[in-house]
């Protein structure tokens, strides 16, 4: 084998070499930003999930405010009821107080 032959067979070896580093760096970058994507794609959907527990939270806050809300509303209207009925019978009882003592 030639001298040039040779050497033409070296580089062609080298050229190879250099082209499968070249394939394995870009690799494992990819392999990198893959990498990175995913843990990107995790800290959003964390961040999305935490946000809904907030907003379910804050809902379910508000929906037992306004049940408290209600509730009280409620009791105040019975207390009304309540107090104008007590002063509706006191109200007859003396409209009828004379026809009471006739009897």
């Known amino acids: 084998m030639s001298e040039e032959a040779q050497r033409q067979a070296q580089l062609a070896q080298y050229n190879d070499e250099l082209a499968r580093k070249r394939q ?3 690799h494992e970058l990819q392999r990198q930003r893959n990498g990175e994507m995913v843990s ?4 959003a959907a964390a961040r999305k999930e935490a946000e809904r527990l907030r ?4 809902i ?3 929906r037992r405010a306004a049940d408290q809300w209600s509730a009280d ?3 105040e ?3 009304s009821r309540s107090l104008a ?3 509706g ?5 003396r409209e009828n107080e004379d026809v009471n003592r006739r009897a």
């Open 24 to 26: 394995q760096a870009e």
């Open 40 to 43: 990107l794609q995790e800290q």
């Open 55 to 58: 907003i379910e939270q804050q």
């Open 60 to 62: 379910q806050a508000e």
């Open 73 to 75: 509303l409620q009791k």
């Open 77 to 79: 209207v019975e207390r």
């Open 85 to 87: 009925e007590a002063e």
């Open 89 to 93: 019978r006191i109200k007859e009882n």
